[in-house]
């Protein structure tokens, strides 16, 4: 297994991953957020990493910059999209993915990371409900539970509620 970070020319192997791990439907729009972010310009750089095993891309995710509101200090990401091919599934792949991530934004000086998912699954790594009660979403969530967040360095937690701001791909109250 080896992870590196995608280029644009991994735009069709990505695609794979994710119209082979989610439903149809879903499938197309998650794939076309993971290649948008691909060619995103984004300050700070979005990172978008895959899994290489079998000769084939199995795996992705992307973390992209978010700013918060009245808060210039603090560096913070989203992780999303994520997906592994389903042949692929139960490896922990994903968890590998989630983790790699993690580390390289922790020693980039990243505050916080976001993650819109699975409270059972996200809180293995760290995430946390309460933690993110306090950053306001873009667009109002369907499932406010999946709303979390990790501190990976040291940083004071909001006190009042603010407003985060995501990357242009991920600017649509379809995906909240």
């Known amino acids: 297994m080896n992870i590196r970070i995608a280029t644009n020319q991994d735009s069709d ?3 794979k991953v994710y119209l082979s ?3 149809k439907g879903e499938s197309e729009i998650v794939a076309k957020i993971a290649i948008d972010l ?6 700070p750089q979005t990172i978008s990493l895959i899994v290489e095993a079998d000769h ?14 009245n808060n210039e200090n603090c560096q913070a990401y989203i992780l999303a999209p994520l997906a592994v091919q389903t042949d692929y599934q139960k ?4 968890s590998t993915l989630i983790k790699y991530g993690m580390q390289q934004l922790s020693a ?3 505050n916080i990371i976001f993650v819109y998912g699975d409270p059972n699954y996200y809180e293995r790594f760290g ?3 309460d933690a993110a009660r306090n950053y306001i979403t873009p667009y109002k969530l369907q499932y406010p539970s999946g709303w979390q967040t990790i501190i990976l360095n040291e940083y004071v937690m909001e006190k009042v509620p603010v407003t ?13």
């Open 13 to 15: 192997d990505i695609k």
């Open 21 to 23: 791990a989610f439903p």
């Open 38 to 43: 691909l060619s995103e310009n984004t300050t």
């Open 56 to 69: 084939s891309v199995v795996g992705h995710v992307a973390f992209s910059p978010v700013e918060i509101d």
């Open 91 to 94: 490896r922990r792949i994903g």
């Open 108 to 110: 980039m000086g990243v």
């Open 127 to 129: 995430f946390n409900t």
């Open 164 to 176: 985060i701001n995501c990357v242009a791909s991920l600017c649509d109250s379809k995906l909240w």
